[in-house]
């Protein structure tokens, strides 16, 4: 049986020619000089893009973890206040969720960078989903858990702190990283308000140059290379943490003077 990888490279060399000969057909007067010729806007495009997806997944990393431990408090201003949050900023369209931050909240504290009020609020878009992933987590710790912590003396939140929050860390990851790649996907929307990130640069050239291809396919495989290693990472803490929750089965010991 040919290994996964053998297969892939197989099935997407087949991809490739199938794209080419559907492209062929188009009659299209190709020029790849121009992505070498404007390579300062893709090369820019990509170093803003991984500085915009950095700096939201770290923030958004800190609101949704915040907001989880708020989802599961007994606080019920904190746990009112997080669920209002997760239900806005999952309800409405990432889109209009940076045309409210750009043109209302932006203007109202005086900030006039479009950098970082994008960065802003793709952190908080990210951080609603992450702290549904991190409240589904702690939920999923058996009663058990809570009851040994409890009656040990901890309170409540020195058992969620120390006993229940570092075993659902471990079934955390997994979806969080998973949302990270969403989120690079994501930065490409942050073109409407001119941050110079991939997509714009590549609008740029389009407007400039007029050839479509030549623009737009450069900026897939850039998000393939951002996206790519991400979801490696994911794929592989998932089949790990599997493996790690996996019941192993029990050889019982032979008795002594056993034929084997």
């Known amino acids: 049986?040919?290994?996964p990888i053998a297969v892939r490279l197989i099935l997407l060399s087949c991809a490739a020619a199938l794209l080419v000969a559907m492209m062929s057909t188009l009659h299209y007067n190709w020029n790849w000089w121009v992505v070498w010729q404007y390579r300062d806007l893709f090369i820019q495009g990509f170093a803003n893009t991984i500085m915009v997806s950095?700096?939201?997944?770290?923030?958004?990393?800190v609101i949704g973890v915040l907001g989880g431990l708020a989802r599961v408090s007994e606080n019920v201003w904190f746990k009112e206040l997080a669920t209002l949050y997760v239900w806005g900023f999952r309800g409405t369209p990432l889109l209009t969720q940076i045309y409210i931050?750009?043109?209302c909240f932006a203007v109202m504290v005086h900030v006039d960078s479009p950098f970082l009020t994008g960065m802003v609020t793709l952190a908080f878009f990210a951080g609603a989903y992450i702290t549904e992933m991190v409240r589904a987590g702690i939920e999923s710790i058996s009663p058990g858990q809570w009851e040994a912590a409890r009656s040990s003396g901890l309170t409540h939140g020195q058992a969620l702190r120390h006993v229940v929050f570092p075993q659902a860390?471990?079934?955390?990851?997994?979806?969080?990283?998973?949302?990270?790649v969403s989120l690079i996907k994501d930065s490409s929307l942050l073109s409407v308000?001119?941050?110079r990130e991939l997509t714009k640069g590549a609008e740029i050239v389009n407007s400039i140059t007029y050839k479509t291809f030549e623009a737009y396919l450069p900026l897939a495989v850039f998000y393939l290379?951002?996206?790519?290693p991400l979801s490696i990472l994911?794929?592989?803490?998932?089949?790990?943490?599997?493996y790690q929750s996996a019941p192993r089965s029990r050889t019982p010991a032979k008795p002594k003077g056993a034929v084997p």
Do not use: D, N, S
């Open 1 to 3: 049986m040919p290994k």
């Open 54 to 61: 950095c700096g939201a997944i770290v923030l958004g990393l």
């Open 101 to 103: 931050f750009y043109f």
């Open 169 to 180: 860390l471990r079934r955390i990851i997994p979806p969080v990283t998973g949302q990270f």
């Open 193 to 195: 308000i001119a941050v």
């Open 225 to 228: 290379l951002l996206t790519y």
């Open 234 to 242: 994911t794929y592989h803490l998932e089949k790990r943490i599997t």
